[in-house]
């Protein structure tokens, strides 16, 4: 199993890493600490998290060198349109309080996406970035994103676990080079997932938990996994998993278990649209 996958710019991403959606401010700076203690070197952070600050901290603070860690954080819609899109990037760099990011997504695919993508492409000249991708972008808008631009995404970020593998996405992106990533990679705990009898089949066999299991099937085809947790032992466990091998069958188990699953199932209408467009936050 692969420890890193490389983008198409040739830069080498860690292909599992810690996620702080949804982690209080407070708490950030202690379990990105953990993290990257337990071995992460990717850590996935957002303007609209509000705790880039506190995973800027840790990361200064820590004893991995900079260039060890491979940091991602992404533009709310907000901040799209080309000069807002460039001081929004400062603005960022200043809150993690670096001279660079690896990877600044998109959020979301709302908005002046095309102006701040093109604030994003001098970034990368400026060397201000050094990867730039998308998060929740459907695979036509991400096909419309780079046939227009002149770099082209290396990620995009989505919602895949084995409840909604999206398989015919992430086989699209791979023809297309560029890397899948995974948000909720365990379906957020809902749904019965984590008692899932194939999955608790499989875990009994390989003597993993369930999580462990999930991380390792989509790690196995290539996907980026950025599982969050606040819990000590469960950080320490989710990144345990690169000596799981799971055979051709099950992988086909798990990737028949899609129940199409999203959680954007019935939010693609114009009410959410204009929610997220509406949304702003205060960093």
Do not use: C
Not at 74 to 92: H, P, R, T, Y
């Amino acid at each position: 199993m692969n420890y890193t996958v490389k983008l198409n710019n040739g830069i080498e991403m860690p292909i599992i890493g810690y996620g702080v959606f949804q982690i209080p401010a407070e708490t950030t700076k202690q379990v990105v600490t953990e993290a990257l203690n337990d071995g992460y070197r990717l850590i996935d952070t957002a303007a609209g998290y509000l705790n880039e600050r506190e995973v800027g901290a840790a990361i200064n603070d820590s004893n991995v060198q900079r260039e060890k860690v491979f940091l991602t954080t992404k533009l709310w819609v907000q901040d799209f349109g080309e000069k807002k899109a460039s001081q929004a990037i400062d603005g960022a760099l200043e809150r993690l309080n670096q001279d660079y990011v690896d990877l600044l997504l998109l959020h979301q695919p709302f908005g002046d996406t095309y102006g701040a993508w093109r604030a994003m492409e001098k970034a990368v000249k400026d060397g201000k970035l050094r990867s730039i991708g998308v998060s929740n972008f459907q695979s036509f808008q991400v096909q419309n994103l780079m046939m227009f631009n002149e770099i082209k995404p290396v990620v995009n970020q989505i919602e895949i676990n084995p409840l909604n593998p999206e398989n015919d996405n992430v086989a699209w992106l791979q023809e297309n080079n560029i890397v899948p990533e995974a948000w909720g990679p365990m379906g957020q705990a809902i749904n019965g997932i984590f008692t899932n009898p194939v999955l608790v089949e499989i875990a009994k066999k390989h003597h993993k938990t369930t999580g462990q299991i999930m991380l390792a099937w989509n790690i196995q085809r290539g996907v980026v996994v950025i599982p969050k947790s606040v819990h000590s032992d469960r950080i320490e466990e989710n990144i345990d998993v690169f000596d799981i091998q799971l055979s051709p069958d099950e992988m086909k188990q798990i990737s028949q278990l899609d129940q199409k699953d999203s959680y954007f199932n019935g939010l693609l209408i114009p009410d959410t649209v204009k929610t997220l467009g509406d949304l702003h936050f205060e960093y």
